[in-house]
């Protein structure tokens, strides 16, 4: 699994028009579902994404994590995150889990997140969606489970 989180002060997802997701301060959260991804490594993601500390304490250090930071999550599917790009000129997706499966776990760690007492905002799977956000930093991490 596959997560591109961006610390953001407002990020909404739009769908044929209709805001279906928004937050305010808190971080976007593009997730790429990969073909070995279980139950445990929703887990493992919703446990690091809840402690991971990219939000300035007093001292302009990052030292917050969501909850400390008082934020908010916007978790948006992306399986291109997932692609194979070790060659050529096109992006390969035989490494992107079937959608069944990915949108199962992305229901999941949302749910899991949500157990963080933090306002969960999602994206709506499969759908043509338009992200927008402004980047708190810009602030940008790639982490991988």
Do not use: W
Not at 105 to 114: F, G, Q, W
Request: hydrophobic residues 45%; contains cysteine.
């Amino acid at each position: 699994m596959k997560c591109l989180l961006q610390r953001v002060t407002q990020s909404s997802v739009t769908v044929a028009g209709e805001v279906v997701g928004a937050i305010d301060h808190g971080l976007l959260v593009l997730v790429g579902v990969e073909p070995e991804d279980t139950e445990q490594t929703v887990s493992r993601l919703a446990e690091r994404l809840l402690r991971y500390r990219v939000f300035a304490d007093a001292e302009g250090k990052m030292n917050l994590n969501i909850a400390q930071a008082k934020g908010a999550i916007l978790l948006v599917s992306q399986f291109t995150l997932a692609a194979d790009t070790a060659s050529g000129n096109r992006p390969g997706f035989s490494t992107a889990a079937p959608p069944e499966q990915a949108s199962t776990l992305c229901d999941a760690l949302a749910k899991a997140l949500r157990k963080g007492k933090i306002l969960v905002e999602t994206g709506r799977f499969g759908a043509d969606m338009q992200v927008s956000l402004v980047n708190d930093g810009p602030v940008t991490f790639l982490l991988e489970i």
